[in-house]
């Protein structure tokens, strides 16, 4: 869905360096999410925001930060990258009530897949 | 949230229609039923949802039994390009924040 935009799509980076990875949005939802998703499991929660000002942690925060520039940016960091933070990432949004039809369903990114070696 | 359980793969034929199952038997009176679909390492997609009632769309139904603590997807003619993993997931009304997924179902359609 060309609505949310992650970049890079593709990463390779070594152990120690920082990292951003950057996601956008066009549907004017307020709720943002970023995912991880390892080989072979499902998608495991990193961090949420319900808004610009409200961040929170989700299951596997450790490792992480995030940034909400805008109402339609937010940016997932790993301070010191570590090669199981190897993954495919994916960011994903989700209308609040009274943002549209749909307020149940998140919309998901095409991903990002990130190697640390 | 309620936990689900999914056979971890399934074959159908194109055409056919593909039904696949899930388990929630410790599901609550106010849990969702959700499915998504992930295409290939592609962002997973929304399918369909609901509380108790069966449901329809353009894109699947969903049938959830009188007790609720199952459910079956339905697409009633499966094409190639349903070939993905799809996710059963339970959520509450008041925490739909939290996606929790699964390792799903992955659904293989066959010429």
């Known amino acids: 869905d060309a609505d949310v935009t992650q970049t890079p799509r593709n990463r390779i980076t070594k152990t120690g360096k920082r990292i951003m990875l950057e996601c956008s949005q066009t549907k004017g939802h307020d709720r943002m999410y970023w995912y991880r998703q390892d080989p072979g499991l499902g998608l495991r929660l990193i961090y949420y925001s319900f808004d610009v000002k409200d961040i929170n942690k989700g299951e596997i925060s450790d490792g992480y930060s995030v940034s909400r520039q805008a109402q339609a940016k937010f940016s997932l960091s790993l301070e010191s990258a570590i090669p199981n933070q190897t993954a495919l990432y994916f960011c994903?949004?989700?209308?609040?009530?009274?943002?549209?039809?749909?307020?149940?369903?998140?919309?998901f990114g095409p991903g990002t897949r990130l190697t640390v070696l | 949230d309620a936990k689900t359980t999914q056979p971890p793969s399934m074959d159908c034929a194109e055409g056919r229609a593909a039904n696949l199952p899930c388990n929630h038997s410790?599901?609550?009176?106010?849990?969702?039923v959700y499915w998504y679909r992930q295409i290939h390492s592609q962002g997973p997609q929304y399918i369909i949802h609901g509380l108790k009632n069966n449901e329809t769309n353009e894109m699947a139904s969903l049938i959830i039994t009188e007790d609720r603590k199952s459910s079956t997807l339905i697409l009633p003619h499966a094409t190639l390009r349903d070939t993905a993993v799809y996710y059963c997931i339970v959520r509450g009304l008041y925490n739909t924040d939290k996606l929790i997924f699964g390792t799903g179902t992955r659904l293989q359609v066959f010429p």
């Open positions: 994903a949004t989700r209308p609040t009530s009274g943002q549209g039809a749909g307020v149940d369903t998140q919309y």
């Open positions: 410790t599901i609550s009176g106010n849990e969702y």
